[in-house]
C-alpha cells in the first residue's frame, strides 16, 4: 500500500510502498479514505525536539481520518463490511484504574496512532475495534475526518456549562475555531476569540463568533468593555493557543469564579499569577484528548443538530500533492487541510 512515512531523523515525511497492515482478533482494518494534517504531523515534518524524544523513525504517522472498514478480527462485535468509521486515536490499555473504571481517557499507558503506532497517513490501518466510531450517514466524510481535532474542541468546550455564558477562547487555530462554533451553537453569549493571524481570525468570523480580536493591534479587555458592554471579566475561558501570555492575560481578565479548560500546550515554562487564581477562587482544568465515547457522541450530535464546521476546512489535496498540504499548514495561512487518499 501507499503511505507517508518519517523515514528519517530530519525534516521531511516520504511516500513509501509498505505491507497492508494484519488486524489482530479483535482490531478492524480500516481503507482510509481522506486522512487530515494535525498539527502534531506538522512537529513531525519539522522534527522538532518534542518529535525527536517522541516518535520512533521509521514511523508512518497520521491520525485523522475517515474511512470503511474491509476485514476485522474473529473476535470482533458490532461493526460490519462496508461501515463508515473515524476513531479515537489514543489506545488504551484496558487494565489500569482509571481503564478499569471506564475512564478511559485517563489511562496511564496510552499508546497514539500516528505516533507510537502506526497511523492513518496510509491506505489502510488496523484499529482495535473499541477505538473505531461508527458514522451516522449525515455526518460528511469531511467532518468526520477532523472528528479527532474536532473532539479536542468539543471536550474542551463541553468541560464547562456554555449557556448565557462570556466565554474568551485564546488561540483561532482549527481547533480554536471549531470551539468557538461549539460555543456558540449550544448557547453562550458573547464568543470572543483571540489570535495574532489575521486569517485565522477570518476563519472565526465565518463560524459566528461575537468579536474576534487580534491581540497584536487591538486591546481585549477594551474590546470587551466598551462593545460588548462586559463588565465584570469572563466567565469560561478555553486556552487554546499554547501561548504563555494568552494564558495568562485569559487568567487576567477572568471575573470571580471563573472556570478554565486548558487545550494548547506550551513550549516551554509559562509564568503565571497566582493571585489571579487564588483571589478570584477560579476552576482550572486541563484536557487531553477526547473523552471515550461521552465526546464522540457530543460530536455527531452536534452536527446533526446543525453544526456547521465546513469553514474550517480550507484546503484538500490529492494524497500525492501530500508536500503542498504540510506547506499550507506550515505556512499558518491555513484551516484544517485534509488529503484525499482515493483516486
Ligand atoms: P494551532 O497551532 O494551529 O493554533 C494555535 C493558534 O494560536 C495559532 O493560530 C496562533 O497564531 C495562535 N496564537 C499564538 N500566540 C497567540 C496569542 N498570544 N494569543 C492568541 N493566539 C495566539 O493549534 P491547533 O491545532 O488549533 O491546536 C490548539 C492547541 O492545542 C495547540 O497548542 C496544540 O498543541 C494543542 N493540542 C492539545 C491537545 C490536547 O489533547 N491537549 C490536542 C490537540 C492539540
Ligand atoms: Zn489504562
Known amino acids: 500500500m501507499h503511505a507517508l512515512s518519517k523515514l528519517k531523523s530530519e525534516p521531511g515525511i516520504w511516500p513509501v510502498e509498505a505491507p497492508v497492515p494484519m488486524p489482530g482478533p479483535n482490531d478492524l482494518l480500516i481503507k482510509v479514505r481522506k486522512s487530515s494534517i494535525c498539527g ?10 518534542w518529535a525527536q524524544k517522541t516518535i520512533p523513525v521509521p514511523m508512518i504517522v497520521g491520525h485523522e481520518y475517515v ?30 484504574r482509571n481503564c478499569r473504571a471506564g475512564r478511559r481517557h485517563l489511562c496511564r499507558n496510552t499508546q497514539g496512532i500516528g505516533v507510537n503506532r502506526q497511523g492513518s497517513f496510509a491506505e489502510y490501518l488496523v484499529l482495535p475495534a473499541f477505538n473505531a466510531f461508527k458514522l451516522p450517514d449525515d455526518v460528511p466524510d469531511d467532518i468526520a475526518a477532523i472528528f479527532d481535532p474536532f473532539g479536542n474542541a468539543v471536550h474542551t468546550a463541553l468541560s464547562f456549562d456554555l449557556v448565557g455564558e462570556d466565554v474568551l477562547i485564546t488561540g483561532a487555530g482549527p481547533i480554536g475555531v471549531m470551539a468557538a462554533a461549539v460555543a456558540r451553537h449550544v448557547g453562550a453569549r458573547n464568543v470572543v476569540i483571540t489570535d495574532v493571524n489575521e486569517y485565522r481570525l477570518d476563519l472565526a468570523r465565518r463560524v459566528g463568533v461575537t468579536r474576534a480580536v487580534n491581540v497584536a493591534t487591538e486591546d481585549l479587555w477594551a474590546v470587551a468593555r466598551d462593545e460588548l458592554d462586559m463588565h465584570e471579566g469572563f466567565d469560561v475561558g478555553l486556552e487554546m493557543s499554547g501561548s504563555g501570555q494568552a494564558f495568562s492575560q485569559m487568567l487576567h481578565l ?57 469553514p474550517v476546512i480550507t484546503h484538500h489535496y490529492p494524497i500525492g500533492d501530500f508536500q503542498k498540504g504540510f506547506e499550507a499548514m ?14
Not at 80 to 96: K, N, P
Not at 269 to 298: A, S
Open 330 to 343: 506550515l505556512g499558518g495561512q491555513s484551516g484544517k487541510v485534509i488529503l484525499d487518499w482515493e483516486k
Open 40 to 49: 502534531t504531523d506538522v512537529h513531525i515534518y519539522r522534527w522538532d525536539e
Open 67 to 96: 474511512g470503511t472498514v474491509v476485514g476485522m478480527g474473529s473476535e470482533v462485535r458490532g461493526f460490519t463490511i462496508g461501515d463508515r468509521v473515524s476513531g479515537e486515536g489514543h489506545v488504551t490499555c484496558g487494565h489500569c
Open 254 to 310: 477572568m471575573n470571580n469564579g471563573g472556570k478554565v479548560a486548558l487545550l494548547g500546550i506550551p513550549s516551554g515554562d509559562v509564568r503565571i499569577d497566582w493571585n489571579d487564581v487564588i483571589f478570584k477562587m477560579l476552576t482550572i482544568k486541563g484536557i487531553y484528548g477526547r473523552e471515550m465515547f461521552e465526546t464522540w457522541y457530543k460530536m455527531a450530535a452536534l452536527i446533526q443538530s446543525g453544526l456547521d464546521l465546513t
